[in-house]
Structure formats: structure tokens, C-alpha cells
């Protein structure tokens, strides 16, 4: 089995190079889809999720072809088959993406149902509220969900709780429908925006992403567009906080800071120096670094997806921090591998209470998804001695070439093999 041993105890100092948004590029990669036409998605990250994908949209008869790592070109003129099977889509769960746009552009769609996670069940309930008030008829039959619609007529949609899966896919399957369409209490992170500005390059008439009202208004046709994917501020918020951890400084490059705000403004309240400029944040820690309660929100509130991350933080901060998980029923299951390594840590349903000022002790670990991945990482390097961290092909899904950039930041981290 493949481990990243690190050996903790260097402090990270140095620039690193954010790559694309992996939450965009997985929703962008099946949005080019709608445009029956050629397509150039720019700043694709290099990690397995995108890789996925672009085999299942292969499987359906898109033509995708790299021009260099980062470059895609796709080709959507043949797609016909509006069957997404299981093989190609079991990988990533954002496949369910598909769903919106095939039932968008052909009426039709038939997609294997994503698989669980290990947070919690990732219901789509909404997904499918938005596609029957749409018109189309849901079912979910051997593992498939077989969307189909005569016609697509927009409508007035209120989602019964922020969804930023519900709100791209309902958008997709929104883009061709005749009349109107309101998404009321919409998901306002940046990938969804992205997304939205992403198809109306391709032609499409979507406004209000990026606040809880989007309003779509339903097409004859679209083309295709070259876009380049915003940076991932999840990726850059985990760099911040390696940096942080080890008490050293850490430029991010090549992000849009405005995205990073939350992050950035916890990360000073727990004695952090931050520098915001054009396109870049840089990170230091001049004295000690001090605990703070996070409570996770939808954007523009501090990210899910950095929970486990700051949750390693805490670990080492002067003083006792409260971590409030309101988006997902169980994003704690990281927190008995942390535990591993010494952190005091108590769990209560949605909160942990973490107390702070511990000298993590190197031990082997288990990812058990790709930000708990990341936040065992973050521990290892701030861990006396070494820890080996399992399971990297989930870290793998969302983090370019991880071990290089912490190599680069000072880390004496490694890819290894190890047989069972
Ligand atoms: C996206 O997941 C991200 N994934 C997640 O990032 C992220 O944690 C999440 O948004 C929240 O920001 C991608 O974009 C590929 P949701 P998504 O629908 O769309 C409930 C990562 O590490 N819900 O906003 O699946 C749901 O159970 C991943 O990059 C319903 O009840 O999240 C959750 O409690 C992990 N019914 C909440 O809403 C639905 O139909 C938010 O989920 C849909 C969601």
C-alpha cells in the first residue's frame, strides 16, 4: 500500500503554486457537455478526480484531448449516449453532474448513483426536486438514476437547504428549459460561480450566482468557450495552515484572495501574520500561535472542506478551540486517527472540543477521506518523529502533486510503498 512518511519538525518557508479548483473543474468538465461544440477548459488540476471524469465523459462519446497537463480540450458534437454506467462514474461522486446536463440537452439521462463517503450519507434529494419541478420524471432503479423529460419547463425552485450540488445541477438541467427558471436559496461558493460564468460563455443566460437568488433563463442553443478555471481556495487554505502548523512562512500564489477572506481571518485571529496582494496570501507566525472556535458555513463562511485541516491546527495552538461542523451530519471520523498522534480531542455530535498546546508524536495514520487526508498530513508535519499516512489515493483525488510542493516549502515528506 502506498504511505506518505513524513518526518516532522521543519518549518515550512517558501511560494507555492495553487492549481485550479478541483470543486469547479469537476463541475465544469460535465458543463461542457451542454454546448454540443468544442470546448478549452484552462488550469484543470492534474489530480485524479479530473481524471475520472474525463474517462466517463470519454465513455459517453465526448472527444477529450490535453494539450498539456492542465489544458483539456473537449469535444461534445457525438455525445449521444445520455448512459453514464457505473464503471465510469463510481470514482467520483461530482459524476452525478451529469444527470443535470444530459437531462438538460438530450432529456434524458441515466447515471449510475454516486457511492457513499465517509462523512455521512451525501443525499441528492434535492438534486431530484429540482429536476421534477423542471418536469422531468425521477426514478432510481438498480443503482441508476434514470432522469427523462418530453420538454423542460422553468419554473420556480426553492432548495429546502443550501446545496452547492443541488445548485449547479439543477443550473445545468435549467439552461435548455423553455421559460424561466428561479433558484431561491442557491449555494454561493466560487465553484459555483464559476460554473455559471463558465456557461454563459457557452451561450447560456444565467444571472445572480453568487447570491441566493440565480435566475436562468432557457436557451435554443449553445457552443462552445474556452475558460480558465478560478484557483482552489481549499487547496491554498490547507498550505496556509502546513505553514501555520510549523510555525514558518508560506506564500500561496495564484489565488484569488477575496476567496480566501474567511480563512485568512481565522488563521489571524489565532496570532497569524497575513500579507493579502494581487494574487497571493502570505502567511507567518512572528509569536505564538493561539486557539479559536470555527464554526464551518456555507460560503462566504470558513469552509467544510478546511474543517479537518484547522482541526490539526487547534491541536497545536495555545489554549482550548471549538470546532461547530454545521454542513455535514459527521465530519469527524478523522479525529480517532489525529488522536493517534496525541491530539486531545472530544467529540459531541456536531462539535469537538479540541485543547491545545500538544506535542503531536509521529504515528501511522489512515485517511479516511481526502481532507482528513490532508489534516494527517498537516499533524505529521508538525509530529515528532515520523508518520506514515495511508490511503493517499484519496488525498490524491484533490491535491497536486502534494509531496513536490511541501518538498519545495522544506517538508521531509515522501511518497512510499509498503507491503501489508
Ligand atoms: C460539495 O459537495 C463539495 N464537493 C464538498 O467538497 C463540500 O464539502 C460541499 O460541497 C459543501 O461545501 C464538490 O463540490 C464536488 P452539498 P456537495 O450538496 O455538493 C445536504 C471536498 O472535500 N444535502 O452542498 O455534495 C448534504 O448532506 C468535498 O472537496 C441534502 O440533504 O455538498 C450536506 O449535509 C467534500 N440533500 C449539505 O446538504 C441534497 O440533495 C451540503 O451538501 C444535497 C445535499
Redesign the pocket.
Known amino acids: 500500500m502506498e504511505y506518505f512518511e513524513i518526518v516532522g519538525g521543519k518549518r515550512l518557508s517558501g511560494e507555492v503554486y495553487i492549481n485550479g479548483a ?2 469547479a473543474a ?2 465544469m468538465l460535465p458543463a461542457a457537455l451542454a454546448g454540443n461544440d468544442v470546448c478549452v477548459l484552462e488550469n484543470l488540476p492534474n489530480i485524479e478526480d479530473v481524471h475520472s471524469l474525463v474517462d466517463a465523459l470519454r465513455k459517453i462519446g465526448a472527444k477529450c484531448e490535453f494539450r498539456d497537463q492542465h489544458t483539456l480540450v473537449i469535444d461534445s458534437r457525438d455525445v449521444t449516449d445520455h448512459n453514464a454506467h457505473y464503471e465510469s462514474v463510481k470514482k467520483t ?2 459524476s452525478y453532474y451529469l444527470v443535470g446536463v444530459l437531462l438538460g440537452r438530450f432529456g434524458k439521462a441515466t447515471v449510475a448513483l454516486p457511492g457513499g ?1 465517509n462523512f ?9 426536486k429540482g429536476f421534477e419541478a423542471l418536469g422531468a420524471e425521477v426514478k432510481i432503479e438498480h443503482g441508476m438514476i434514470i432522469a427523462q423529460a418530453e420538454r423542460l419547463v422553468g419554473t420556480n425552485i426553492y432548495l429546502d ?6 445548485t449547479i445541477n439543477i443550473m445545468l438541467a435549467a439552461i435548455y428549459a423553455e421559460g424561466t427558471t428561479i433558484i431561491e436559496n442557491a ?1 454561493k ?1 466560487p ?1 459555483v460561480v464559476d460554473t455559471a460564468n463558465f456557461l454563459n460563455a457557452m451561450g447560456a443566460k444565467i444571472k445572480g450566482a453568487g447570491t441566493d437568488v440565480m435566475r436562468i433563463v432557457g436557451v435554443k442553443e449553445m457552443h462552445g468557450a474556452e475558460y480558465m478555471i478560478i484557483p482552489d481556495q ?1 487547496e491554498a487554505g490547507t498550505y496556509l495552515i502546513a505553514g501555520a502548523i510549523t510555525g514558518g512562512e508560506v506564500t500561496v500564489r495564484n489565488i484569488i484572495p477575496k476567496h480566501m477572506d474567511s480563512i485568512s481571518a481565522k488563521l489571524q485571529e489565532m496570532n497569524c501574520q497575513i500579507e493579502v496582494g494581487d494574487d497571493f496570501v502570505t502567511l507567518n507566525v512572528p509569536g505564538k500561535l493561539t486557539s479559536a472556535n470555527i464554526k464551518t458555513m ?1 460560503y462566504p463562511g470558513f ?3 478546511l474543517q479537518p485541516q484547522m482541526t490539526a491546527l487547534l491541536c497545536v495552538a495555545e489554549g482550548t478551540g471549538i470546532i461547530t461542523e454545521t ?3 459527521n465530519r469527524f471520523q478523522y479525529i480517532s486517527e489525529l488522536k493517534r498522534m496525541g491530539c486531545l480531542i472530544t467529540v459531541e455530535g456536531r462539535m469537538a472540543v479540541v485543547e491545545g498546546g500538544t506535542q503531536l508524536t509521529g504515528a501511522e495514520a489512515l485517511a479516511t ?3 482528513a487526508g490532508a489534516a494527517l498530513v498537516v499533524a505529521g508535519l508538525a509530529a515528532k518523529g515520523r508518520t506514515l499516512v495511508g490511503n493517499v489515493r484519496y488525498i490524491d483525488r ?1 491535491y497536486e502533486d502534494l509531496v513536490q510542493k511541501l518538498t519545495n516549502l522544506g517538508a521531509e515528506i515522501r511518497r512510499v510503498e509498503i507491503e501489508e
Open positions: 478541483k470543486n469537476v463541475a461522486r461530482a463517503c455521512g450519507t451525501r443525499p441528492i434529494d434535492q438534486h431530484i437547504l443550501v446545496s452547492v450540488g443541488a449555494a461558493e465553484h481549499i456555507t469552509p467544510t472542506d454542513i455535514w451530519e477521506d481526502l481532507r484533490g
